[in-house]
């Protein structure tokens, strides 16, 4: 692969320091997944805003990073071999990381893959029936009168919530100890409050995923993590 500053997408997002990770991202679930990611591993990195506009992910310069035009996506000039690695899909990216540092994804075998396979539940489960409900409940599809959609996806959340809280019963993180899994989920559940969605998958019923959800929260990465990239006022 081309280095950073050759790479279209330096004509429009430059890098201040090419010699260290980009991050081509919004704050969205998917989004802060990375940013939180490289502040509790301590990774050097430049986050560049890039919008859900059409502008911003559709352009030329962002599909030859992702042909996929989603957030987020990275550029490690630092990357296997010491060759620039570029990568899009959040899990791909959190796992990637994990192994580059050595950090958030066990210490044995069995563990590394006990936590990559709760980020497979994530991007299977979780992150796609989430967001389908928050656009039945919040954006355009809250305007349908058919009910059948809605409830859908409330059902299948409240079902992928009973999975996790009775995962976390006698937990604090989903594998036992922190990890990529976490890191993976947690943004999605925080967005229920933003979807309005709360109340309709009955999130006082699941007592463990409160707790957790605030333990995550806490963390000081985080908190660095939700607002990175720092969108204008």
């Known amino acids: 692969m081309t280095t950073v500053t050759d790479h279209p997408i330096n004509s429009r997002w430059a890098a201040q320091d090419p010699s260290v990770l980009q991050l081509y991202a919004f704050p969205t679930p998917n989004g802060v997944k ?37 957030i987020p996506a990275i550029i490690d000039p630092n990357g296997p071999d010491g060759q620039p690695l570029s990568l899009f899909e959040s899990g791909a990216i959190l796992i990637y990381l994990a192994e580059k540092t050595s950090k958030l994804i066990g210490s044995t075998p069995a563990e590394k893959y006990e936590a990559i396979q709760w980020v497979m ?29 809605r409830e859908r996806y409330q059902n299948e959340a409240k079902r992928l919530l009973s999975v996790l809280e009775k995962q976390l019963d006698g937990r604090d993180w989903i594998t036992g100890s922190y990890s990529i899994a976490d890191i993976a989920t947690a943004p999605w559940l925080r967005a229920l409050d933003y979807y309005g969605a709360k109340e309709a998958v009955g999130w006082e019923n699941y007592p463990n995923v409160n707790a957790y959800l605030e333990r995550f929260l806490a963390r000081p990465a985080v908190q660095v993590g939700l607002k990175t990239p720092a969108v204008p006022a």
């Open 34 to 70: 990375v940013s939180i990611m490289l502040e509790e591993i301590g990774l050097p990195y430049e986050a560049h805003l890039v919008t859900l506009s059409d502008a911003d992910v559709k352009s030329p310069e962002f599909l030859a990073l992702n042909p996929n035009n989603k």
């Open 121 to 149: 539940f994530q991007m299977a489960g979780v992150g796609p029936m989430f967001g389908q409900l928050g656009f039945f409940t919040k954006f355009a599809g809250a305007e349908i009168e058919d009910p059948r959609p």
